[in-house]
C-alpha cells in the first residue's frame, strides 16, 4: 500500500528551477497567472541534466499536481507512458524532494526496490501518521533501525498458525454471508465490495486483534477512514496549510473527529486485551502489546496496531473483489475454475493451479496498491532506456504502471488468466503487487491465504454473474464502488 503520489507545497527548493525562482507559492501563482505553463518543461531545457534524466510527462506543472492527487492518477499513467513510449518519465511538482521519477519498468523498479540503499520518503508517507490523531509512527512510516526493530518484532504474526486461524475466521464469517445472501431480498444479489470489505475486516479482528467486532462498529470504522484517508492522505500537497487553518476547513475538522474515533476503536480493542489476555499464541496483538521496546509507548501499540488494520483489510478486501468481478464478466473462465476446485476439497484449494492464475491476473488487472511504493535512490542508477537516475532521486514505482506494461503482457488490459499456465521469466519478474526488498508487503502471505479461501468458497458453490456494473475510485488503493453481483447456488 501506497500513498498516492505528492509533494509538499512550500517545504523548499523547486528542483528543476533555477534557484532564484525557488519559492514554489511564487511558481505556482505564476503558472496560474499564464494559465499556461511549460514553464519546468521550457526551463528545465536549459539544464544539462535534462539530457540524461528521464523526460517529463507532458503538460504544465498544474497539469501534474492536478493528476497526482486526483483519482485519475493510475489512468493518467497508462496514458502517458503510451504518449511518451517510455515508462520513465519525470512529474513536475514543487518540493524539497529532488527529482520526482515515475518508474514504469519492472526491471528498473526491481533494481530500486532490492537496493540496500533506497529508503522510503519520510516527508510522504508520515501523511499515514496523522489517522491515528497523535502523528506516532508505526513501520509503515518509517526507516532505519525504528523500522527494523517494529518490523522484527511483528513477522513471526505472519506464520501458519496465524494464516491457518484467520482462514479459519474467514470461513465462518463467508458462511455467515453466504447464508443471508440467501435470505435476503433480491435474493443473491450483493454489493460485491461491502461483502468482501465485512467478511475481511471481521476475519482480521478476530484472528489476529482477539476482537469481535460488531455490525456497527465495522460500519462506522470504514466510514471514519474514508474520512481520514480523503483529507490526510490525498491531500498531502496542500497539509501543511490544511493544518494552519485547519479550523477554517469543516472537512479537516470532520476527518480530525474520524481520526479521534479510530483511536478509541483501537483504544476498546487493546482494553479487551488486556483484560482478557490473549487467545492464542503469536497474534499481531500480542506481540505488539507485550514487546516494550519496539513498541515503546501505548501510543505507538496502537499506532502500529491500527497501520495493520489498516494496510491488513481493504487490500485484501478489493482484491478479492476484483477478482470476483473478472470471474462474474467472464463465466467460461469461472466455469473452469468451478470444475477444478470441485476434484479438489476445501482443505486443498489453495493447490489448484487455475485458482493462482484467476487470482494473480486479477491483482495484475486491478492492482490495489495502484500507486505502489515510493523510494529515494541512494546511489546513482540507470533505466533500461539508459536514463540516469541520481542519487537521492524520489522515485514512484506504480503498480498499476508496471504491471500493465504491454511489452510483457500481451493485451495487457484484457483478463486472460490462462497468460500464466507458461509465463515467461519476464512476466513473472514483472509481477510485484506486494512490491519487493525489505520494506515490502509483510501481510502477502496472510493476504494471498484469504483470497484463495474465500474465493474458492464463493466459486465453488455458486454461479456469480453482473447484476450492475459499479465505477472504479482511487484513493490510497484502486477500489470499485457499487458494483453488484448475483449468486445462484449451483445445482
Ligand atoms: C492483496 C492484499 C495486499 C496488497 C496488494 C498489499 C500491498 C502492499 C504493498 C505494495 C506494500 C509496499 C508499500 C510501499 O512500499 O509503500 C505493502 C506494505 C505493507 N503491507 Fe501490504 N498488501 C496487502 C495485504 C496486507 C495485509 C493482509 C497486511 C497485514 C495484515 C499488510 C500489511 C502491510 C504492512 C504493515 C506494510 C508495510 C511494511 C513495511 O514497511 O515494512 N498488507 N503492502
Same mark, same amino acid.
Given at each position: 500500500?501506497?500513498?498516492?503520489?505528492?509533494?509538499?507545497?512550500?517545504?523548499?527548493?523547486?528542483?528543476?528551477?533555477?534557484?532564484?525562482?525557488? !519559492?514554489p507559492l511564487l511558481i505556482c501563482a505564476i503558472a496560474t497567472f499564464l494559465g499556461v505553463a511549460k514553464v519546468t518543461s521550457l526551463l528545465s531545457g536549459n539544464r544539462k541534466s535534462a539530457e540524461t534524466l528521464p523526460? *517529463?510527462?507532458?503538460?504544465?506543472?498544474?497539469?501534474?499536481?492536478?493528476?497526482?492527487?486526483?483519482?485519475?492518477?493510475?489512468?493518467?499513467?497508462?496514458?502517458?507512458?503510451?504518449?511518451?513510449?517510455?515508462?520513465?518519465?519525470?512529474?513536475?511538482?514543487? @518540493? %524539497?524532494?529532488?527529482?520526482?521519477?515515475?518508474?514504469?519498468?519492472? !526491471?528498473?523498479? $526491481?533494481?530500486?526496490?532490492?537496493?540496500?540503499?533506497?529508503?522510503?520518503?519520510?516527508?510522504?508517507?508520515?501523511?499515514?501518521?496523522?489517522?491515528?490523531?497523535?502523528?506516532?509512527?508505526?513501520?509503515?512510516?518509517?526507516?532505519?533501525?525504528?523500522?527494523?526493530?517494529?518490523?522484527?518484532?511483528?513477522?513471526?504474526?505472519?506464520?501458519?498458525?496465524?494464516?491457518?486461524?484467520?482462514?479459519?475466521?474467514?470461513?465462518?464469517?463467508?458462511?455467515?454471508?453466504?447464508?443471508?445472501?440467501?435470505?435476503?431480498?433480491?435474493?443473491?444479489?450483493?454489493?460485491?465490495?461491502?461483502?468482501?470489505? @465485512?467478511?475481511?475486516?471481521?476475519?482480521?479482528?478476530? %484472528?489476529?486483534?482477539? *476482537?469481535?467486532? @460488531?455490525?456497527?462498529?465495522?460500519?462506522?470504522?470504514?466510514?471514519?477512514?474514508?474520512?481520514?484517508?480523503?483529507?490526510?492522505?490525498?491531500?498531502?500537497?496542500?497539509?501543511i496549510h490544511r493544518n494552519w487553518f485547519s479550523w477554517l476547513i469543516p472537512e479537516r475538522r470532520r476527518a480530525v473527529a474520524a481520526t479521534l474515533r479510530?483511536?478509541?476503536?483501537?483504544?476498546?480493542?487493546?482494553?479487551?486485551?488486556?483484560?482478557?489476555?490473549?487467545?492464542?499464541?503469536?497474534?499481531?496483538?500480542?506481540?505488539?502489546?507485550?514487546?516494550?521496546?519496539?513498541?515503546?509507548?501505548?501510543? #505507538?501499540?496502537?499506532?502500529?496496531?491500527? #497501520?495493520?488494520?489498516?494496510?491488513?483489510?481493504? !487490500?485484501?478486501?478489493?482484491?478479492?473483489?476484483?477478482?470476483?468481478?473478472?470471474?462474474?464478466?467472464?463465466?467460461?473462465?469461472?466455469?473452469?475454475?468451478?470444475?477444478?476446485?470441485?476434484?479438489?476439497?476445501?482443505?486443498?484449494?489453495?493447490? @489448484?493451479?487455475?485458482?493462482?492464475?484467476?487470482?494473480?491476473?486479477?491483482? $495484475?488487472? *486491478?492492482?490495489?496498491?495502484?500507486?505502489?511504493?515510493?523510494?529515494?535512490?541512494? &546511489?546513482?542508477?540507470?533505466?533500461?532506456?539508459?536514463?540516469?537516475?541520481?542519487?537521492?532521486?524520489?522515485?514512484?514505482?506504480?503498480?498499476?504502471?508496471?504491471?500493465?506494461?504491454?511489452?510483457?503482457? #500481451?493485451?495487457?488490459?484484457?483478463?486472460?488468466?490462462?497468460?500464466?499456465?507458461?509465463?515467461? $521469466?519476464?512476466?513473472?519478474?514483472?509481477?510485484?503487487?506486494?512490491?519487493?526488498?525489505?520494506?515490502?508487503?509483510?501481510?502477502?502471505?496472510?493476504?494471498?491465504?484469504?483470497?484463495? !479461501?474465500?474465493?474458492?468458497?464463493?466459486? %465453488?458453490?455458486?454461479?456469480?454473474?453482473?447484476?450492475?456494473?459499479?465505477?472504479?475510485?482511487?484513493?490510497?488503493?484502486? &477500489?470499485?464502488?457499487?458494483?453488484?453481483?448475483?449468486?445462484?447456488?449451483? #445445482?
Open positions: 500500500m501506497a500513498l498516492p503520489l505528492s509533494g509538499r507545497v512550500g517545504d523548499g527548493l523547486v528542483d528543476e528551477l533555477p534557484l532564484v525562482w525557488s !519559492t523526460p *517529463y510527462a507532458p503538460g504544465s506543472m498544474l497539469k501534474h499536481i492536478e493528476m497526482v492527487t486526483s483519482k485519475e492518477y493510475p489512468w493518467w499513467l497508462l496514458d502517458v507512458a503510451e504518449k511518451l513510449g517510455q515508462r520513465c518519465f519525470r512529474v513536475s511538482i514543487p @518540493s %524539497s524532494m529532488k527529482n520526482k521519477i515515475i518508474i514504469g519498468e519492472h !526491471t528498473t523498479a $526491481r533494481r530500486i526496490l532490492t537496493d540496500p540503499l533506497s529508503s522510503k520518503p519520510i516527508e510522504i508517507y508520515s501523511a499515514m501518521r496523522f489517522l491515528n490523531n497523535k502523528g506516532d509512527p508505526g513501520m509503515f512510516t518509517l526507516n532505519g533501525p525504528s523500522w527494523h526493530s517494529k518490523r522484527k518484532a511483528s513477522a513471526n504474526a505472519f506464520s501458519s498458525n496465524l494464516i491457518r486461524r484467520m482462514n479459519e475466521a474467514a470461513l465462518d464469517y463467508t458462511d455467515v454471508f453466504v447464508e443471508n445472501l440467501k435470505s435476503e431480498e433480491p435474493r443473491g444479489v450483493f454489493d460485491v465490495s461491502e461483502a468482501m470489505l @465485512s467478511v475481511v475486516l471481521s476475519a482480521l479482528t478476530e %484472528s489476529a486483534f482477539d *476482537y469481535v467486532i @460488531s455490525v456497527e462498529e465495522s460500519a462506522d470504522m470504514m466510514h471514519d477512514l474514508e474520512l481520514a484517508l480523503i483529507e490526510f492522505a490525498s491531500k498531502t500537497p496542500t497539509q479510530l483511536r478509541e476503536l483501537m483504544c476498546r480493542i487493546m482494553n479487551n486485551y488486556r483484560e482478557n489476555g490473549p487467545k492464542s499464541d503469536g497474534t499481531i496483538i500480542q506481540l505488539i502489546m507485550e514487546n516494550d521496546s519496539a513498541f515503546k509507548t501505548d501510543d #505507538e501499540k496502537l499506532a502500529q496496531l491500527l #497501520e495493520f488494520f489498516i494496510a491488513g483489510h481493504e !487490500t485484501t478486501a478489493y482484491s478479492i473483489s476484483w477478482v470476483l468481478t473478472c470471474l462474474a464478466r467472464n463465466p467460461q473462465i469461472q466455469a473452469k475454475l468451478r470444475s477444478e476446485l470441485s476434484a479438489l476439497t476445501p482443505q486443498t484449494w489453495s493447490q @489448484s493451479k487455475y485458482l493462482q492464475m484467476c487470482i494473480k491476473e486479477g491483482m $495484475r488487472l *486491478y492492482p490495489v496498491a495502484a500507486a505502489g511504493s515510493i523510494r529515494n535512490v541512494g &546511489k546513482d542508477l540507470k533505466t533500461e532506456g539508459g536514463f540516469i537516475l541520481p542519487k537521492g532521486s524520489t522515485c514512484f514505482i506504480p503498480m498499476m504502471l508496471v504491471l500493465n506494461n504491454p511489452d510483457v503482457y #500481451e493485451n495487457p488490459r484484457e483478463y486472460n488468466p490462462s497468460r500464466w499456465e507458461h509465463p515467461t $521469466r519476464e512476466m513473472m519478474d514483472c509481477f510485484i503487487p506486494f512490491s519487493l526488498g525489505k520494506q515490502n508487503c509483510i501481510g502477502q502471505s496472510l493476504a494471498n491465504a484469504e483470497m484463495q !479461501t474465500i474465493i474458492s468458497r464463493l466459486c %465453488s458453490e455458486f454461479d456469480i454473474s453482473v447484476e450492475e456494473e459499479g465505477r472504479i475510485e482511487f484513493f490510497l488503493t484502486l &477500489k470499485q464502488i457499487g458494483t453488484k453481483l448475483r449468486a445462484k447456488k449451483v #445445482e
